[in-house]
């Protein structure tokens, strides 16, 4: 069972905590655009992170998936090189809340712990749908091409496909060809696109 760390003076659990209920809604819903000032300048200051100019810069940085999962919640997985521990200076309070910033930092790490797992997969899942929509457009405009027509000689047997491109509408009714290998008009029956 988890115990929620409480204020000192009998305060609200650092759960309650608007910058940490924040943070918890981003790493729950996976979806940094939710993050608000107050926790923009928490991570700026107190978590290793760069400002990326404003918040708008630093959404922008870590909205795609793999950012989000390879880059911004790996500053609180104490596994990762990213990972920006608890140092002496963060003992000190944060604002009036009763809580120090170490606290708060301990919170984050202990939320990610948690989701890690999920996020990863959530990541690979996404970039696999963004791949597999991207393979869709490609194969749909590449399978747009015309096709081979297939050509079949009565004269020497042999059986091949041929792509034939025309140029300009004088030649409308074609639908003979001569045999590469023997020169020897065929019919085309299988015309295909």
Not at 66 to 79: G, L, N, Q, S
Not at 101 to 124: P, Q, S, T, Y
Request: charge should be positive.
């Amino acid at each position: 069972m988890q115990m929620e760390l409480i204020a000192s003076g009998g305060g609200k659990p650092i759960g309650k905590l608007a910058v940490v209920r924040n943070f918890r809604q981003v790493i729950e819903t996976r979806d940094i655009s939710l993050m608000n000032k107050e926790l923009y300048q928490f991570l700026n200051l107190y978590c290793g992170f760069i400002a990326h100019y404003d918040i708008n810069g630093f959404k922008a940085t870590y909205s795609a998936p793999k950012d989000f999962a390879e880059v911004f919640i790996r500053h609180f997985d104490r596994e990762h090189c990213y990972f920006d521990g608890i140092y002496p200076c963060h003992e000190e309070a944060y604002k009036d809340s009763g809580f120090t910033k170490a606290e708060i930092k301990r919170e984050f790490n202990r939320i990610v712990e948690i989701h890690k797992a999920a996020i990863g997969r959530w990541a690979e899942n996404k970039q696999r749908s963004e791949r597999e929509q991207l393979y869709l457009m490609l194969k749909q405009e590449f399978e747009d091409e015309p096709k081979g027509q297939k050509i079949s000689c009565d004269a020497c047997g042999n059986a091949y496909e041929v792509k034939v491109i025309k140029k300009g509408e004088a030649f409308t009714d074609f639908d003979k060809i001569c045999c590469l290998f023997c020169g020897h008009q065929t019919k085309l029956y299988e015309k295909r696109r």
